[in-house]
Each structure stands twice: as structure tokens, then as C-alpha cells.
Nanobody, 121 residues
Framework: QVHLVESGGGSVQSGGSLRLSCAAS????????MAWFRQAPGKEREGVAA???????VYADFVKGRFTISRDNAVNTLYLQMNTLKPEDTAMYYC???????????????WGQGTQVTVSS
């Protein structure tokens, strides 16, 4: 099992940047596929970016070129660097983990509690 705790959310103006972190504890972190999801009020949870143990990544089209997912296996931490933020990026952001590579499908077995990102125009 793995326990996930997100941090780094906040309120920024359009065009600003934030860096989210997700600290993992428990099982062998570097064997897990990791991902970031988001959910806005009244909308379904959607995949933002995913990364496997050796650093291969996949992004949703709506964040390509603006967001970067990365992981530091030495400190069991997942990151999401978010640049050029837009009001439509406002959502609760969750990190997720699983031994299966679900990529951007919300089928991951382990989830954090979420961190709120609010972008004002």
C-alpha cells in the first residue's frame, strides 16, 4: 500500500504558476505508476498527466506545453509544475498511484486527499 499527501495548491492570477507536490509513503515508491487528476465542481474527475517508474510521461491535450509532471524517487515525491495557468484550470487536484499503468484513466488504486487550485482572471 501507499499513502499520498498533496501540497502546493493555492490561488493565483491567470498566467501565473504553481508547483504541486505529492509525498508518498508506504510501499516501494519507484515501482508505482503515478498520475495527477483534477476535478472541478459539477464535473467528472479528469486525468492531467501520468508518469511511470522510469520517467515516461503522458499529458492531457489541455495541459500540453503548460504543465510538467516529474518524480523524484529518492524522496518519494511526485510533482506537477503548472505554468500559464488559466481560470479553467481551477479544480481540486489529486495525485494517484497504482502498480498498473492506467495512464490518464481514473482507475488508480490509491489517491491523495487533494489540493485546491484556484485561478482568477
Amino acid at each position: 500500500q501507499v499513502h499520498l499527501v498533496e501540497s502546493g495548491g493555492g490561488s493565483v492570477q491567470s498566467g501565473g504558476s504553481l508547483r504541486l507536490s505529492c509525498a508518498a509513503s508506504g510501499d516501494t515508491y519507484n515501482t508505482y505508476y503515478m498520475a495527477w487528476f483534477r476535478q472541478a465542481p459539477g464535473k467528472e474527475r479528469e486525468g492531467v498527466a501520468a508518469i511511470d517508474g522510469d520517467g515516461s510521461t503522458v499529458y492531457a491535450d489541455f495541459v500540453k506545453g503548460r504543465f510538467t509532471i516529474s518524480r523524484d524517487n529518492a524522496v518519494n515525491t511526485l510533482y506537477l509544475q503548472m505554468n500559464t495557468l488559466k481560470p479553467e484550470d481551477t479544480a481540486m487536484y489529486y495525485c494517484a498511484a497504482d502498480r498498473i499503468g492506467w495512464r490518464l484513466l481514473a482507475q488508480y488504486n490509491y489517491w491523495g486527499q487533494g489540493t485546491q487550485v484556484t485561478v482568477s482572471s
